[in-house]
T-cell receptor, first 114, second 114 residues
Framework: EAQVTQNPRYLITVTGKKLTVTCSQNMNHEYMSWYRQDPGLGLRQIYYSMNVEVTDKGDVPEGYKVSRKEKRNFPLILESPSPNQTSLYFC?????????????FGPGTRLTVL | QQPVQSPQAVILREGEDAVINCSSSKALYSVHWYRQKHGEAPVFLMILLKGGEQKGHEKISASFNEKKQQSSLYLTASQLSYSGTYFCGSRLKGSGGGADGLTFGKGTHLIIQP
């Protein structure tokens, strides 16, 4: 089944403890992206990747890192999480980064930073 | 830089029509529409491109006014299953080779009552 998977789905952690949220897609998509969703703010893009080893900042990149070493994986790294990073995170992918390419979203990861 | 959606929320009775608007202060190259049900990931509805090309669900219609930098999503004869939050996303840059990040609006909450 074609899908985007994220792990973990739920995570409670403490301030400053490094964490990684994994994202994987099995559709051979070139474009991958991370979003955070907060009440009243909609979906905001954190980072995106046009292809392997090509990443760029979205609208809210502060406090996050990403890497794209393999085409299928695009992990989101929080080196020193803070409470303001408590949010619902979505990973998404599309075939390429063309204007006409729809995005497929993962199920989401709900992160709470205490 | 987020596109602006209106209305923020709308309540309808089953069978009524709704229009959701999306506008940008910057030139749009494409507009994406997604629907998100509570607790789930956003799901693709439609993409509209400059020049009139569209891609998406047959039962959903939308328009894209390039000069006014606006798009509208039309939901006719609404069904209970249409309930959810609707997001428009805009790509502000683009060329024949691709585009960069997708910026979403804050969403429109649609409630359909029986």
């Amino acid at each position: 089944e074609a899908q985007v998977t994220q792990n973990p789905r739920y995570l409670i952690t403490v301030t400053g403890k490094k964490l990684t949220v994994t994202c994987s897609q099995n559709m051979n998509h070139e474009y991958m992206s991370w979003y955070r969703q907060d009440p009243g703010l909609g979906l905001r893009q954190i980072y995106y990747s046009m292809n392997v080893e090509v990443t760029d900042k979205g609208d809210v990149p502060e406090g996050y890192k990403v890497s794209r070493k393999e085409k299928r994986n695009f992990p989101l790294i929080l080196e020193s999480p803070s409470p303001n990073q408590t949010s619902l995170y979505f990973c998404a992918s599309s075939f390429r980064a063309q204007l006409s390419d729809e995005q497929f979203f993962g199920p989401g990861t709900r992160l709470t930073v205490l | 830089q987020q596109p602006v959606q209106s209305p923020q929320a709308v309540i309808l009775r089953e069978g009524e029509d709704a229009v959701i608007n999306c506008s940008s202060s910057k030139a749009l190259y494409s507009v994406h529409w997604y629907r998100q049900k509570h607790g789930e990931a956003p799901v693709f509805l439609m993409i509209l491109l400059k020049g009139g090309e569209q891609k998406g669900h047959e039962k959903i219609s939308a328009s894209f006014n390039e000069k006014k930098q606006q798009s509208s999503l039309y939901l006719t004869a609404s069904q209970l299953s249409y309930s959810g939050t609707y997001f428009c996303g805009s790509r502000l840059k683009g060329s024949g080779g691709g585009a960069d990040g997708l910026t979403f609006g804050k969403g429109t909450h649609l409630i359909i009552q029986p």
